[in-house]
C-alpha cells in the first residue's frame, strides 16, 4: 500500500490549508473508485508521520487546525524566520489582535459591541481582519438596526494551531501570581 501513502503526501503537499481525514478519504475513494477504510488512512497517516519525524527531512506531518499539514521542523526557525520578516504585512498590530482575541471570546458579536469592550473605533480593526479572513461575518443580530456578527473563520485556527475554540487560554490561565510589587498582603 506504499502507493496509498505517496497519494495521501501528495494531497497533503498542495493543500494550503489542514486537510480533514474525511477530505483524503474522498478524493482517494473517487480516485481509485473504491471505499478507502478511515483506519486504513489513519494508518498511513501515522506511517507518514514517523517517516517525516526523522533527521532527514526539514519538515514533518504534523495534526493542526482539524486536519493534517506538512510543517517546517524548530531546527529551521531562524532561516524561516528572515523569510517571515520580509513577509511582515500579515503580522497583526496590537489593536488588530486586541479586537481579534474580543471576537474570539465573545462571539458571535456585534461591532459595536467590540467597541464597547475597546472603547475606540474597531473599523480599521474589524476590516483588515476581514481582509486577512480570520474573521467572518456569521450573520445578522436581531437587535434595532440587525448589526453584523463578526466570529473567527477557520483560517484563524489554522494561523493559531488550534483545532477548537475550547483550546483557546481560559482566564483562569491568566490569574495573578501571588506577592506582585503592587499588591497587598495579608
Given at each position: 500500500m506504499d502507493f496509498l501513502h505517496r497519494h495521501i503526501e501528495a494531497l497533503i503537499f498542495c493543500s494550503q490549508e489542514p486537510l480533514p481525514v474525511a477530505d483524503?478519504?474522498?478524493c482517494l475513494s473517487e480516485m481509485f473508485d473504491a471505499e478507502i477504510p478511515v483506519d486504513q488512512l489513519e494508518n498511513a497517516l501515522q506511517d507518514i508521520s514517523e517517516k517525516y519525524r526523522g533527521d532527514d527531512f526539514a519538515f514533518s506531518l504534523e495534526k493542526i487546525g482539524g486536519g493534517y499539514l506538512f510543517l517546517t521542523k524548530p531546527a529551521?526557525?531562524?532561516?524561516?524566520?528572515?523569510l517571515l520578516k520580509h513577509q511582515s504585512q500579515r503580522r497583526l498590530s496590537s489593536a488588530q489582535l486586541e479586537t481579534l482575541s474580543i471576537i474570539a471570546y465573545k462571539q458571535p458579536i456585534t461591532k459595536s459591541e467590540m467597541e464597547q469592550i475597546r472603547g475606540v473605533n474597531c473599523d480599521?480593526?474589524?476590516?483588515?481582519?476581514?481582509?486577512?479572513?480570520?474573521?467572518?461575518?456569521?450573520?445578522?443580530?436581531?437587535?434595532?438596526?440587525?448589526?453584523?456578527?463578526?466570529?473567527?473563520?477557520?483560517?484563524?485556527?489554522?494561523?493559531?494551531?488550534?483545532?477548537?475554540?475550547?483550546?483557546?487560554p481560559q482566564p483562569k490561565d491568566f490569574a495573578e501570581e501571588e506577592n506582585q510589587i503592587g499588591n497587598q498582603t495579608d
Open positions: 483524503i478519504q474522498r529551521y526557525q531562524s532561516s524561516i524566520s528572515i480599521y480593526s474589524v476590516q483588515k481582519l476581514l481582509e486577512k479572513e480570520l474573521i467572518a461575518i456569521k450573520g445578522k443580530s436581531d437587535t434595532v438596526g440587525k448589526p453584523l456578527l463578526y466570529g473567527t473563520s477557520q483560517k484563524f485556527m489554522d494561523y493559531f494551531g488550534i483545532n477548537d475554540l475550547k483550546d483557546l
